[in-house]
């Protein structure tokens, strides 16, 4: 018998752990390890609420968990609960797949100030992580402005400027329905620091802005190149800076009272405010011959009383394992970090791809693992779960198993608003409460 530990219940994980159950069959046993009791990482806490299709994904990573050989461990904090360099003691691998949950400064002046919010703070507000349940963000003033120029930005664009109505059939959160439905927010400004053909935005996610029921996208179209030039973009981008095309082409509708204002070839500079934010000092650039964006000098002030930084994220370190400051990930190769110890996802890449980029990462790696322990070898004679859970028990840690997660989902269907899916429980000590229950 083989023993693996995957450490995040996030896409990563669950498709790592998808290949080594299919490589390994009866042979193995693989058990997933996440902090928080809940599973499925980015798909319950990073996927927009309205984008349930998405988030459909899920019912393939439960079939994961339901395996013969497979098992869920919510509940259990790397570091505190176990370590590293334990795991490898009672495993023959251990995989992080930890993720980017950290949010990457904007490293401006008063990037500090009470009002800028990084957006995995701010998604996970409005998605209900626990971590940011109390987040209480400024929507009282008229202006928002969204640095990044991703479907990250996006997402949060399009959430801050949906009605009530809009959301049903999202799992948004009561806490952020309620504030978002109080909003005062009427502009939101998307700044770039290059110009259109630069956008790290989808064809899809930029298309649901001219569906919005109270806001209109705005362009200015002297910021678009000229349309000759789309066509040295591949299809999918093609698609998107068409969307900024029309949106430029399409006055306002003076019905609707928000604007999303897209501002491209802007700098952000500092962030200025009595102790608050209240403006986002500008740099207007230009795009140097091999696209890097430069400043030109000329400054301007944008008004914001809410600033959401769109700028990536970091995987965050782990004691005893190498961490690269500059990428914010492992160091590693082709997955491979140190003897039996690996890496997929955002934790091996950073922050970059899809859902579905997840995949090969993590049956890559499954493909190394047997490699090193032929699924026919001799067993290696680690405990596997046997160890961890005397160790766990030892340490009065009492793990969440899939089928108690299966109780608290069964709660938050249960406490659904009409034509939503469900009501996520935000409170770690409510969701414990609830899988116990």
């Known amino acids: 018998m083989r023993h693996f530990a995957v450490i995040g219940s996030g896409p990563a994980g669950f498709y790592t752990a998808e290949a080594l159950a299919k490589t390994y069959g009866e042979a193995a046993r693989v058990d997933i390890l996440d902090r928080l009791p809940v599973p499925y990482g980015l798909i319950r806490f990073g996927v927009a609420p309205d984008h349930q299709s998405i988030k459909a994904v899920a019912k393939r990573y439960e079939k994961v968990a339901l395996s013969p050989g497979v098992r869920f461990l919510g509940n259990v904090h790397l570091g505190a609960d176990v370590s590293v360099e334990e795991l490898l003691h009672y495993y023959d691998a251990v995989i992080l797949a930890t993720g980017a949950p950290n949010d990457r400064r904007l490293g401006i002046p008063g990037d500090d100030l009470p009002g800028v919010i990084g957006s995995a703070a701010f998604v996970g507000w409005y998605n209900g992580h626990p971590d940011f349940a109390d987040l209480d963000p400024p929507l009282s003033g008229s202006h928002a402005v969204v640095v990044g120029n991703g479907n990250v930005a996006l997402d949060v664009a399009r959430i801050l400027s949906k009605t009530p109505a809009e959301f049903e059939g999202s799992d948004i959160v009561g806490h952020a329905f309620e504030a978002l439905g109080n909003s005062s927010i009427r502009t939101i400004t998307i700044l770039g620091r290059r110009g259109p053909h630069q956008i790290a935005m989808t064809p899809k996610e930029l298309g ?55 501002d491209f070839f802007a700098k952000p500079l500092a962030i200025e405010g009595e102790g608050r934010a209240e403006r986002v000092i500008v740099e207007r650039t230009a795009l140097s011959s091999d696209g890097a964006a430069l400043g030109t000098g000329e400054t301007y002030a944008v008004p914001a009383d809410l600033v959401v930084s769109c700028i990536g994220y970091a995987t965050p370190a782990i004691p005893g394992v190498p961490y690269d400051e500059r990428f914010g990930r492992f160091p590693n190769e082709t997955g491979r970090i140190a003897d039996r110890l690996y890496c997929v996802g955002w934790a091996r890449r950073g922050p970059t791809g899809t859902i579905g980029t997840n995949r090969p990462d993590g049956y890559e790696v499954a493909e190394q693992v047997a490699a090193l322990f032929p699924p026919a070898g001799e067993p290696s004679g680690r405990e596997g779960s046997d160890g961890l859970d005397r160790l766990l028990r030892s340490r009065g840690c009492a793990p969440i198993l899939f ?14 608003r009409a034509g939503n899916p469900r009501e996520k429980l935000v409170r770690v000590e409510d969701m414990l409460q609830a899988g116990r229950s």
């Open 208 to 262: 649901e802005l001219g569906h919005l029921q109270a806001a209109s996208p705005v362009v200015d179209a002297a910021d678009l190149p000229p349309p000759a030039a789309d066509e040295a973009l591949d299809p999918g981008q093609r698609k998107s800076v068409q969307h900024l095309r029309d949106f430029a082409a399409t006055p306002p509708d003076p019905a609707k009272p928000k604007r999303i204002a897209f």
């Open 403 to 416: 089928e108690d997660w299966q109780k608290i989902e069964a709660a938050e269907i249960a406490a659904a």
